[in-house]
C-alpha cells in the first residue's frame, strides 16, 4: 500500500501573539492524516518565506539551517 508522506514549516497565529514574532510549526502529513508540532522557534511574520526564513543574515542561516537538520531527522 502506498502511503504519502509530506512535510511543512508553517507560522501559526496564536491569541498571545508578542512582539518577539509568531511560532514556527512542523506539520507532518502521512494519507491525509496530520501532526502538528511546534519546532520551539519563533520569527517575525514579515521575514518568513515559504517554509523558510527570507535573507542572508547570521539569525536567517542559523534557523534555516535548523529547519533543514529538522527535517532531515524526520524522515
Known amino acids: 500500500m502506498k502511503r504519502n508522506f509530506n512535510l ?3 507560522l501559526k497565529k496564536r ?3 508578542q512582539i518577539d514574532g509568531l ?3 512542523l506539520r507532518i502529513t502521512v494519507s491525509k492524516k496530520r501532526a ?3 519546532t520551539g522557534k519563533k520569527c517575525l511574520e514579515n521575514e518568513w518565506s515559504i517554509g523558510q526564513l527570507k535573507g542572508n543574515s547570521l539569525k536567517s ?3 534555516n539551517a535548523y529547519l533543514k537538520t529538522t527535517r532531515i531527522t524526520s524522515t
Open 8 to 10: 511543512i514549516f508553517f
Open 15 to 17: 491569541n498571545d501573539t
Open 23 to 25: 511560532s514556527i510549526y
Open 36 to 38: 502538528e508540532t511546534a
Open 61 to 63: 542561516k542559523t534557523l
